[in-house]
């Protein structure tokens, strides 16, 4: 039995029970009995020292069941616990049941559905996470937004629709990334989808909005990442010697193949970005974020070849806008923006299909030829990777880089990475030069029959 003491607050007022742990002396309870004599206060407070305090409901707890209970809830406020030693803890409770209870009576994003908060976690103009990233100078698009949101929809899928921010569990992460490889897709791909929800948690961790982050320990899919192809030397040089349906186009592809810039970078040049023998690449352009800085926050310097120049200046000249440092080379319906860029890869498209001799108004044919260049994936972005191939060959890599604007080594040598058939002459006419020695005195019609 639980010691007690039966007292009034002031001599006219009712009778006040207090309850003490023995072992502690800490008082563990303290209830009005509702009566103003003391004998009947003592009744009442004998029959909840033996059989526990009714609470709202009239249910009763023993007082051995509510010692251990604050036991543990001592333990785990005084003793040093780990981060693991919690994950126990919770898991115990969300094996009983408990805990998803628990955090479905709080108030907050805890109980939001996930899918629903994580739109919004995305939202470019709405979001605190956006909001914090911006106002530390970090870089932070509505393109990335809208990639991420888009995202969001296959994600649903998989995890539901009707769980909660706060009932979000490892394992949920770690079957949306076994669903999305079991597709198909590939490692890069599935790592982008996870991220959107592992970069959400780990914020909300942070923020503590959910109590522990679901995110730790849980590992990224690795493979063998798809090599974007690359023009041969030859299909370049034909390429450029069509004409082609779209001027701007032609001009777009050629500052891509010789400066490595990519399509936003080319569609932002205005006129002051146009100097002698150089061309300064300041910004980058979307339809979303408008002007911008390019890729990695960095403005450069692009070597401009003499006649590119010409032609840039002279495109520029045939813009409907008043002449202005900031005109766009490449001109939009309005001054306020340039050429969309769907005009661009529409016109590359055309050139690609017409520099093998087929008429663009042929469907079947120009699906085909469509169709190899797809498989090969060969698209405008290509133009960046044939640029670091050629400037691999001829320049060490930190000089590469300077061109392309690559952060790393590492990437620029990834976008260097290609084999044409050029290679391969290359190195045959090597190992011939290496090894003929080797292989006798027959005569040269004999030496490579097989």
Not at 135 to 144: P, S, V
Not at 180 to 191: D, E, I, Q
Not at 343 to 362: K, M, N, S, T
Not at 371 to 396: L, P, Q
Request: charged share 30%; net charge positive.
């Amino acid at each position: 039995m639980c010691r007690f003491y039966v007292y009034k607050r002031n001599p006219q007022g009712i009778y006040y029970a207090e309850f003490r742990d023995q072992s502690t002396k800490k008082r563990i309870a303290f209830r009005s009995t509702g009566k103003v004599r003391k004998n009947e206060a003592i009744t009442i407070a004998a029959d909840w020292a033996m059989n526990g305090i009714p609470d709202r409901f009239g249910n009763r707890q023993s007082w051995a069941y509510s010692l251990s209970v604050r036991e543990i809830i001592q333990s785990v406020t005084s003793m040093p616990i780990t981060p693991e030693d919690a994950l126990k803890i919770v898991k115990a409770l969300e094996d009983r049941g408990l805990h998803s209870s628990i955090s479905s009576k709080r108030r907050g994003p805890s109980v939001e559905p996930f899918c629903t908060w994580l739109r919004s976690f995305w939202n470019f103009d709405t979001s605190k996470y956006i909001a914090e990233k911006i106002a530390h100078g970090q870089r932070a698009t509505k393109r990335h937004c809208q990639d991420m949101t888009s995202r969001v929809k296959d994600i649903e899928a998989i995890i539901g629709s009707k769980i909660t921010l706060g009932e979000i569990k490892r394992s949920h992460l770690s079957d949306l990334g076994v669903s999305l490889k079991r597709k198909g897709l590939a490692a890069s791909t599935v790592n982008k989808t996870v991220s959107v929800v592992t970069t959400a948690l780990r914020w909300a961790a942070v923020n503590e909005l959910i109590s522990i982050d679901p995110t730790r320990g849980l590992k990224g899919f690795s493979g063998e990442k798809r090599k974007r192809g690359i023009l041969e030397h030859e299909e370049a040089l034909t390429l450029f010697t069509i004409e082609w349906p779209d001027e701007r186009a032609r001009i777009a592809s050629l500052l891509a193949m010789t400066t490595g810039m990519r399509i936003g970078e080319i569609l932002a040049v205005q006129h002051k970005d146009i100097g002698q023998g150089r061309l300064h690449v300041n910004h980058s352009y979307s339809i979303r974020d408008k002007l911008k800085t390019p890729k990695n926050g960095e403005i450069r310097e692009a070597i401009l070849l003499p006649e590119l120049r010409d032609a840039l200046l002279q495109l520029e000249k045939r813009s409907p806008h008043l002449e202005s440092p900031t005109r766009f080379v490449f001109a939009g319906r309005y001054p306020e923006g340039p050429l969309d860029q769907n005009r661009i890869l529409f016109g590359f498209r055309q050139a690609l299909v017409i520099a093998r001799g087929v008429p663009w108004e042929d469907e079947g044919r120009r699906n085909e030829i469509l169709e190899e260049y797809r498989k090969r994936w060969i698209d405008f972005h290509s133009w960046r990777h044939f640029y670091s191939k050629y400037i691999a060959d001829r320049v060490d890599s930190r000089t590469g880089q300077l061109g392309t604007g690559h952060k790393s080594k590492t990437m620029f040598e990834h976008y260097a990475d290609h084999v044409t058939e050029m290679d391969m002459n290359r190195l045959e006419e090597a190992t011939i030069d290496a090894f003929t020695s080797f292989l006798g005195s027959k005569s040269e019609s004999e030496k490579f029959v097989i």
